[in-house]
Structures are given as structure tokens and as C-alpha cells.
């Protein structure tokens, strides 16, 4: 199966969701008739908790999936993108440290 930018959208829907368990969280907490005990009420948090990190897992690894990062990316594009970050790091060690020119350099020394 093959993981596709409408993959990513619903992860991201999938995190938005967790809102609506924080709402009737607060609920249950706070306006439920029936009250809930100090354990109940940690339990349930870390239940809201544990929602979070397996959604964002789950974003992160399609989104990962979607742009062929890490894992997913094939052998010739990390070798691409190994080539692409050795010419801007050569690139930004240019520019923090320009070379002198030719001329500029007999000028220094005299």
C-alpha cells in the first residue's frame, strides 16, 4: 500500500481529534454528576496522554512515509540528499570563512 499525501491529512485529523477526548475529559471532571477519584482522574489523563504520543507516532511515520524520509527513502535518493547537504555545508564553510583573494593576500603580507 502505498502511503499518499491524504494518508498524512487524516494522521494530522487523527491528532486534531485528541481535542475532542480533552473536552470530554474536562467534562467528565468537571460537570459529570457522578465524580470521579484522584486515580480515576490520573488514569484517564494518562489514557489522553498515551492518545497523543501513539497519534503523533503515527503522523510522524507517515509523514516520514509520504516525503520518503529515513527508512522510507530509497537508496539513490539518500545518496542525493548526502551529495545536496555536502555542497551546502561546503557552501555555508565559504561563506564563514571567505578565501582571500590572490591579491588580497600579497597585499596583507607586505
Known sequence: MSTDRFDLEAAIMDVWAIKDQVNKLRWRLYDSPELMSEDEQHNHIMAVEYA??????????????????????????????????????????????PVKSKKAKKQGNK
Open 52 to 97: 497523543i504520543d501513539l497519534n503523533c507516532s503515527k503522523l510522524m511515520d507517515t509523514f516520514c512515509q509520504v516525503f520518503q524520509l529515513n527508512e522510507y527513502a530509497s537508496p539513490e535518493i539518500k545518496e542525493q540528499r548526502i551529495k545536496v547537504l555536502r555542497d551546502l555545508e561546503a557552501k555555508a564553510d565559504k561563506e564563514d570563512f
